[in-house]
């Protein structure tokens, strides 16, 4: 059973060296009898920035760090090969926590649920229809509490969770404006993904002279993936009674010190109202989510970018990936095509 298995703590951005493959223990594949567990074989593994703060040795997250020298876990989509579970027998595919590794015994079923095969791609079950996609689905009709006509700014645009950010704020009649950090990125956002806007934030020297250029008017909602520079020049640019949503802060994560945040005075005079979510906290909406994202998909008015890397070898890397921006679209590890 080949695992990624995390050497130790680790400071500053991830790099692939962090992660090594190792070959774990030969394992019969079966659950054991009267255990209640049932082992999967992974198919998908997800790469997830909030993974970074499980690399290092803080306690006080809403989830324990990793043990190192223990196996990665993460969101995956997996098949059931074999059960001491009456809820889930071989076959029948799953997605919710699992290891990096070939064959996972579960023990904690309700970290995963079932997925219904049709005609969606499995990795999406990650990714769009995933925890990723249900990120974007709370954060903006529950946090940004959206309007028609408003303007929508989506950093980290082109990532797992903006790409839908943006697309169901089109979808809902809004002015759409995302950055990314790479041209192909912006391209792929003005003419894939359906956004009004989009700007390379690397090759502007000034941020908000870059926001006040696609903004004359002023931004009503910022859905926050980046924080730092980003998050100082959006507030120079809120309009009166706006909302910024803050779901992530990728440029932070590998901070021992993260920094403050400039131009918080313009919270008061414009009045604007400033959230962070967890997804989590909304998962009685996961079956809605499910229903609604999922038609928009088969009615062709949602697509979805993935960069899909090929073999459990190539997670360390594809992971590292995800704070230099190397990847376009949601992150997925193909450890197995079923
Ligand atoms: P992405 O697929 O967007 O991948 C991360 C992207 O962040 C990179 O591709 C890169 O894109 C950008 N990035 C990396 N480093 C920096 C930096 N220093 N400055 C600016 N941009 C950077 O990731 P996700 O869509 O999965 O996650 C997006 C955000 O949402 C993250 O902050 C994550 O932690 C957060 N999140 C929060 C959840 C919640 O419940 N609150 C749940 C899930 C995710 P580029 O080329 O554009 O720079």
């Not at 993974?51 to 020298?69: T, W």
């Not at 079932?114 to 903006?140: C, E, H, N, R, W």
């Not at 079956?287 to 090929?310: A, N």
């Amino acid at each position: 059973n080949k695992q990624i298995i995390l050497k130790g703590y680790i400071e500053g951005a991830p790099k692939e060296t962090d992660m090594e493959l190792k070959l774990g223990k030969k394992m019969k594949l079966e659950a054991p009898k009267g255990s209640g567990a049932f082992l999967v074989k992974n198919l998908y593994l997800s790469c997830d920035p909030y993974m970074r703060a499980r690399m290092r040795d803080f306690h006080g997250s809403y989830l324990p760090p990793f043990v190192p020298g223990s196996v990665v876990e993460g969101f995956g989509v997996s098949k059931v090969v074999d059960s001491d579970n009456p809820n889930f027998k071989p076959g029948d595919i799953v997605s919710g926590f699992t290891g990096w590794e070939e064959y996972s015994l579960i023990y904690k079923p309700e970290q995963l649920r079932k997925v219904q095969p049709d005609t969606i791609p499995l990795s999406y079950y990650i990714g769009l229809l995933g925890m990723p996609g249900f990120t974007a689905y709370v954060g903006y009709y529950e946090i940004c509490a959206p309007k028609k006509n408003e303007y929508v700014f989506v950093s980290a645009a082109s990532g797992a969770v903006g790409q839908l950010v943006g697309q169901l704020a089109k979808l809902h009649g809004c002015y759409v404006v995302g950055s990314a950090g790479t041209s192909q990125k912006v391209d792929l956002l003005k003419n894939k993904l359906g956004f009004d806007e989009a700007f390379n934030y690397k090759e502007e020297p000034d941020l908000d002279a870059a926001l006040k250029r696609y903004f004359p008017q002023g931004i009503d909602i910022y859905f926050e993936n980046v924080g730092g520079a980003m998050l100082e020049a959006v507030l120079l640019n809120m309009r009166v009674h706006g909302r910024v949503a803050i779901c992530g802060m990728v440029s932070q994560h590998s901070m021992t010190d993260p920094q403050g945040i400039r131009n918080l005075f313009n919270l008061i005079t414009k009045r604007v109202r400033m959230q962070g979510f967890l997804q989590s906290d909304f998962l009685h909406l996961y079956p809605k989510f499910l229903e609604d994202v999922g038609c928009l998909y088969k009615q062709g008015k949602i697509t979805y970018l993935e960069d899909i890397s090929e073999g459990l070898e190539s997670g360390p890397s594809a992971f590292a990936g995800l704070f230099s921006g190397k990847n376009i679209g949601k992150q997925v590890v193909c450890v197995a095509h079923e």
